[in-house]
Every structure is written in structure tokens, then in C-alpha cells.
């Protein structure tokens, strides 16, 4: 009779500890508040290992932005294509480009991998720095096709749509759906537990219409004019 083996588990290897300690470390502190040092110990390897395997700490950021940006910009577009596929005339409506871009994230929120969880907060994070950060560099090469490509979406969705309001609407949108994948709780404390921070399909729900709504009380209209939301703003009670 055959005796069963135990297998224990393959420790990870010395770069890939280094990766997901550095990951989960800046989606918590951000760039600036995070050391070499401090990645170090919770990956538990020498400091020098982590110099050693990716250089300084902004080529270090670098990698980790880099490991699952690609992966998060192709789920994000991937989304948006789907839905140019399934429109009658080829272009997404503005409620239907909305949800792509929602779902693209929320969707990677919701798997059980920890570390798309850590990762979409260190976005959210960054995305609050300072413009001059080192860390928003990686980020911008990462993201910038797909900013691009979903305002060209809006734009064909609203053709009347202002440029400033668009991509001012566009950056609410970001925001919003930077704010939810963040998950800090705040809401599930606001509404004293009657809303989770955690239930994207109820945040895609509420989120979309809002959006859409919102986006297009921008588009001009006869009654409006033809000045965008500037007018509209000079109009607005005090």
C-alpha cells in the first residue's frame, strides 16, 4: 500500500515576493511612503536583493505597474470592443461606452487573486499623486491608449459634446471608479452598512445611469446654447 506524500507548497521565488510585498506595500502607503527597506523586510530578503533584481526604487515601481498593466488596459479596451461589436451601427451609446469602462475594472476587483485587488488600489493611489511624481510615468505609458480611445468612443457617442466637458466628464468617470476599486469602507460606514464598498455589480447599477445622465445634461441643447457647461455654471444659483 502506498504511503501519501505531503507536498509543502514551492516558496515563491525571491522576485516574485519582492513584486507582491512591493505592491501590496505601495497600494497601502503610496510611492513616497514606502522604502526599499520596508519591501525588504516584508518580503523577508535582504535590501540589497531588492536593488540587486530591479535598481532603484522608481525602476522597481516600474515593474510592478508593469507586471498587470498591460493585462488591466486590455481588459478595459476589451470591454469597449465588445461593445462596438454588439452595436447596430457599430458605435457604443454613451450609457454602453460607460459600462465598458466600469466593468473592465470592477470585474478584476471581484477575483478571488488578491493581488488585482492590491494592484487597483496602488492605481487609485498613484492616481491621486502629485503631477510630478515619478510614479505616474508608468502609469501614464500604461494608460494612456485607453483614455484616448474611450473619449474618441464618448465623442462619437456625442458628437455635440464639448471637448472640455467631455474630457472633464470622462476624468469624474475615472475618479469614481478609482474611489470604488479603492474599497476604503468609507461608504459601507456613510450609508452604516445598508452599501458595501465590495458590491460592484450594485456600484455598476447606480453608477452607469448617473454617468450617463450626468454627461449628457452637458451636450448642448437649444435651450442651453452652444457655450458648454461654462455657461451653464455662470447660470448656477448661488
Avoid at 101 to 113: K, M, T, Y
Wanted: glycine share 6%.
Amino acid at each position: 500500500m502506498k504511503q501519501s506524500v505531503s507536498r509543502i507548497p514551492a516558496r515563491k521565488s525571491t522576485k516574485l515576493r519582492i513584486l507582491d510585498s512591493s505592491e501590496r506595500l505601495f497600494a497601502a502607503g503610496g510611492y513616497e511612503g514606502v522604502s526599499l527597506r520596508d519591501i525588504a523586510r516584508d518580503a523577508d530578503v535582504e535590501v540589497a536583493l531588492v536593488s540587486y533584481h530591479f535598481g532603484p526604487k522608481q525602476e522597481l515601481f516600474r515593474h510592478v505597474i508593469g507586471r498587470r498593466s498591460a493585462e488591466h488596459a486590455l481588459q478595459v479596451l476589451a470591454a469597449l470592443e465588445h461593445e462596438a461589436r454588439t452595436a447596430a451601427n457599430g458605435v457604443p451609446s454613451l450609457e454602453r461606452t460607460i459600462y465598458a469602462f466600469c466593468s473592465g475594472s470592477f470585474e478584476l476587483a471581484r477575483l478571488p487573486d488578491a493581488g488585482w485587488k492590491h494592484y487597483l488600489q496602488l492605481i487609485a493611489r498613484s492616481a491621486m499623486s502629485p503631477v510630478n511624481t515619478p510614479a505616474l510615468k508608468p502609469l501614464n505609458s500604461a494608460y494612456g491608449p485607453v483614455v484616448r480611445r474611450y473619449c474618441a468612443a464618448l465623442k462619437a457617442a456625442e458628437p455635440e459634446l464639448h471637448d472640455a466637458d467631455l474630457y472633464t466628464a470622462f476624468y469624474w468617470v475615472q475618479s469614481i471608479v478609482q474611489r470604488m476599486v479603492a474599497e476604503t469602507g468609507i461608504l459601507d460606514r456613510q450609508s452604516r452598512g445598508l452599501c458595501r464598498s465590495g458590491d460592484y455589480e450594485a456600484h455598476l447599477a447606480r453608477l452607469v445611469p448617473f454617468a450617463t445622465a450626468g454627461i449628457r445634461a452637458l451636450v448642448p441643447t437649444p435651450a442651453r446654447g452652444h457655450k458648454g457647461a461654462r455657461a451653464t455654471a455662470r447660470r448656477a444659483p448661488r
